[in-house]
């Protein structure tokens, strides 16, 4: 029943590992994010993706890689991890992606802890 | 550049007290303008949104209206509920690409 879900829920992890976060939508969305919240709640877009086209990349480290293997997944690879990187991060999707009032529905977030 | 500004929290109202979290917007064009919430422990979900001037967005019994004219969108609730604790973000949506710019959350306790 789950609309956005992610996996796993907590990650915790050395700094220099390499580490995925999975998320998957069953809504039939075409258009899936990325975004991240750091410890003071603020929220920022990372990544876009339209039916597996990447439309937004906004100035992320390019340790971080999105990668789309179909619209209804939307993978988030992060290497050499730093400790900066600890955050909540949470995966949305939304209809279409082109117009601006559309509603983004969040999956429940991914909590990464880089020690 | 398209942003928001959001009343910074925390904020703290007994039970049945009148709420009020104030948002102003910067944009180009005409976004559409969303309240979401955070309730401990979970992930975003939409509250209630306004997609033109004048239009007044409502959900459990918060209020928005979209006020071109001093480019706000304050979200108001006339009685709040220990339930209603949670992070609310007011978000914009731009012109362009789906992006929802998002205001920094202003997290509500409600004590009994």
């Known amino acids: 029943d789950t609309a956005v879900s992610q996996t796993p829920k907590y990650l915790v992890t050395q700094m220099g590992n390499d580490k995925s976060i999975k998320c998957e939508q069953n809504?039939?969305?075409?258009?899936m994010y990325w975004y991240k919240q750091d410890s003071k709640k603020f929220l920022k877009i990372m990544f876009s993706y339209n039916n597996k086209e990447l439309i937004i990349n906004e100035t992320v480290p390019n340790r971080f890689s999105p990668k789309s293997p179909d619209k209804a997944h939307l993978n988030l690879h992060i290497n050499s991890l730093e400790l900066g990187d600890s955050a909540v991060y949470f995966c949305?999707?939304?209809?279409?992606?082109?117009?601006?009032?559309?509603?983004?529905?969040f999956g429940p977030g991914t909590r990464l802890l880089v020690l | 550049g398209d942003s928001v500004t959001q009343m910074e929290g925390p904020v703290t109202l007994s039970e049945e007290a009148f709420l009020t979290i104030n948002c102003t917007y910067t944009a180009t064009g005409y976004p559409s303008l969303f309240w979401y919430v955070q309730y401990p422990g979970e992930g975003l979900q939409l509250l209630l949104k306004?997609?033109?001037?004048?239009d007044k967005g409502s959900n459990k019994g918060f209020e928005a209206t979209y006020r071109k004219e001093t480019t706000s969108f304050h979200l108001e609730k006339g009685s709040v509920q220990v339930s209603d604790s949670a992070v609310y973000f007011c978000a914009l949506g731009g012109t362009g690409a789906n992006n929802l710019f998002f205001g920094t959350g202003t997290r509500l306790t409600v004590i009994p």
């Open positions: 306004a997609t033109k001037a004048d």
């Open positions: 949305a999707s939304s209809q279409e992606g082109r117009a601006r009032w559309e509603t983004q529905y």
């Open positions: 809504l039939g969305h075409d258009t």
